[in-house]
Every structure is written in C-alpha cells, then in structure tokens.
C-alpha cells in the first residue's frame, strides 16, 4: 500500500476491522467489550477462497488491542480446531510500503492423541496462510474503499 493516504493508523483501522475470518469475511471489528468471537473458515481443500465460503464455524478466539502499535492478538479457546496457540496482526513500515504481517504460533496439543494433533498441526500450517490472506485481500478492499484516493 503506497496510496498518499497510507497511513500506518490508517491501515491500523482496516486491520482492526478484519480482525479475524468472520462469518462471510465481513467486516468484524476487534471485540471491544471482551467478548470471544466466532471464527469461521472455508473447506480444507479450498485453496483460493471466496468470501462466501468463509461459513464453517472454527470455534472462538479471545481478541487483544493495542492502539499503539494497532496489533491485534487473537488467543484460541479449548473450542478452536486448532488450539491451542495465537495469531498476531499488525500494520509494519518497510521502507515506503505498508504491509500487515501475521504470525501464528501455536502446540496444537488438544486431543492429547498424536495422529490427530499431527494432522490438526498439518492442516493449521496449510490452512492458516489461505485463511489470513483471504482477510488480508479483504482488510485492502476495505482499505480502498475507505482512504482510497479518488
């Protein structure tokens, strides 16, 4: 993002409204009065989702906001497919170019039984890039529409 209104606050904002893969990937502001939220994925085989096939529930995640640094934690709960871990996104300065980066970090030890928590990891380290581009994809339109120049 190199548009005269690229702003690390400005992207800040769309990051903050994309906080996490909502139900359709609308919109979905960081959950200001603490509340988990619902997050949602396409199919496990989809490689380039659509908005509309963000619709499988995926369990709830616990959301941090610093507006410092406009960095949004999203904490998996026991209900997450792939607990347990976290995904951190912020809005950081390269050179001219502003870009949202995301890192996951997580153990994946839920069911305690290997070969399913193997799988859940394998699934999560395909899965989990597809899913916060989609976001990222959808964090840019709204960026656009939003500060865009005219």
Do not use: W
Request: hydrophobic share 35%; glycine share 10%.
């Amino acid at each position: 993002m190199t548009q005269s209104n690229c702003t690390l606050a400005n992207v800040g904002d769309a990051v903050y409204n994309f906080s996490y893969p909502n139900l359709r990937l609308r919109p979905a502001p960081f959950a200001e009065d603490g509340r988990p939220v619902v997050v949602f994925g396409p199919g496990l085989f989809d490689e380039n989702p659509e908005p509309s096939d963000f619709t499988i529930p995926g369990g709830r995640v616990a959301q941090t906001f610093d507006r410092n640094t406009f960095t949004i934690v999203n904490t998996t709960l026991q209900d997450h497919v792939f607990c347990c871990g976290t995904t951190t996104r912020l809005p950081v300065l390269i050179g001219n170019r502003i870009y949202v980066k995301t890192v996951g970090v997580g153990t994946h030890g839920l069911t305690g039984i290997a070969f399913i928590d193997k799988t859940l990891r394998l699934l999560n380290q395909r899965q989990g890039p597809i899913i916060f581009r989609s976001l990222d994809v959808q964090a840019k339109s709204y960026f656009d529409r939003r500060y865009g120049d005219p």
